[in-house]
């Protein structure tokens, strides 16, 4: 998931990986330097390790609600 500040069009991203409905787990965020990710050379990368590096932790963990944390 990729959330979004309150001005349009925000400078601030915040990514999370979505347990349940309103839970989630932040994986990284940064302020907005590019149009896109895909114009971010390595962003992209940096991002997708962190939230694959986080759901690994989580799946070999067991957790997978808030009780489990």
């Known amino acids: 998931?990729?959330?979004?500040?309150?001005?349009?069009?925000?400078?601030?991203?915040?990514?999370?990986?979505?347990?349940?409905?309103?839970?989630?787990?932040?994986?990284?965020?940064?302020?907005?330097?590019?149009d896109s990710i895909q114009n971010s050379p390595g962003l992209k990368d940096h991002v997708i390790k962190n939230i694959d590096r986080t759901r690994q932790f989580l799946k070999v963990n067991g957790i997978k609600d808030k009780e489990d944390i």
């Open 1 to 34: 998931m990729k959330s979004y500040g309150v001005e349009n069009p925000s400078m601030l991203r915040i990514y999370a990986i979505k347990l349940k409905k309103n839970l989630y787990i932040i994986t990284g965020g940064g302020i907005k330097l590019s």
